[in-house]
């Protein structure tokens, strides 16, 4: 597609549900970024993939996050036993090669409300 | 570790007012930096990248040098239009790890313009 695409763009979960985001990059990009941005903060780093393998994990708050990306393309973060912390918008990016002199290209987001 | 400082917001201007916001970052080698931007109720769009020192990345009338002497990339547009009340923010990305690339934010810059 033309651009990232995120579903659903708004979630309001119960406490103790579980959830399910998706995440479809640009066709063919290589990398692949959740971030997790609290209400008024910057977006903070979850978890990186390079094709179907998820190489940083270091950001996911707890064993209760999980992201997935089986074959190199579309990519699900879930959610297990939600609690109101989790409230926030979650960002996916995506970039053509690994390396720092590439832009990012983001979604727009699903933002999550626990209740 | 590697890490942004972005100017205290909120920033309030009037329309054709000069703009900077300051941004200084911390960083063991020599990263790549950008500015983002983030409209109200969308995700976040590359603004403006500079890859080395003393490079000027510029897009849409806002500009942006990457001073090493300083470690500083601050913003600047000399006019600014009601269409850029957004947050802004300034990030650089990780080096090392399993996840090069993965961008460290500030917390972000809230501008709004009034006509």
């Known amino acids: 597609g033309a651009g990232v695409s995120q579903s659903p763009r708004y979630k309001v979960a119960k406490r103790g549900q579980d959830v399910a985001l998706r995440c479809d990059p640009i066709?063919?990009?290589?990398?692949l970024f959740w971030y997790q941005q609290a209400l008024g903060q910057g977006p903070e780093f979850l978890t990186y993939?390079?094709?179907?393998?998820?190489?940083?994990k270091s950001g996911l708050p707890s064993d209760r996050f999980f992201a997935e990306r089986p074959e190199g393309s579309v990519s699900t973060l879930k959610i297990q036993r939600t609690q109101q912390e989790d409230s926030a918008v979650y960002l996916c990016a995506s970039s053509p090669q690994t390396g720092t002199t590439y832009g990012y290209t983001f979604g727009s987001g699903t933002r999550l409300t626990v209740v | 570790g590697d890490s942004v400082t972005q100017m205290e917001g909120p920033v309030t201007l009037s329309e054709e007012a000069f703009l900077t916001i300051n941004c200084t970052y911390t960083a063991t080698g020599y990263p790549s930096l950008f500015w983002y931007v983030q409209y109200p109720g969308e995700g976040l769009q590359l603004l403006l990248k500079a890859t080395k020192a003393d490079d000027k990345g510029s897009n849409k009338g806002f500009e942006a040098t990457y001073r090493k002497e300083t470690t500083s990339f601050h913003l600047e547009k000399g006019s600014v239009q009601v269409s850029d009340s957004a947050v802004y923010f300034c990030a650089l990305p990780y080096l090392y790890g399993g996840s090069q690339g993965n961008l460290i934010f500030g917390k972000g810059t809230k501008l709004s313009v009034k006509p």
């Open positions: 066709s063919g990009h290589v990398s």
């Open positions: 993939f390079q094709n179907e393998a998820q190489l940083d």
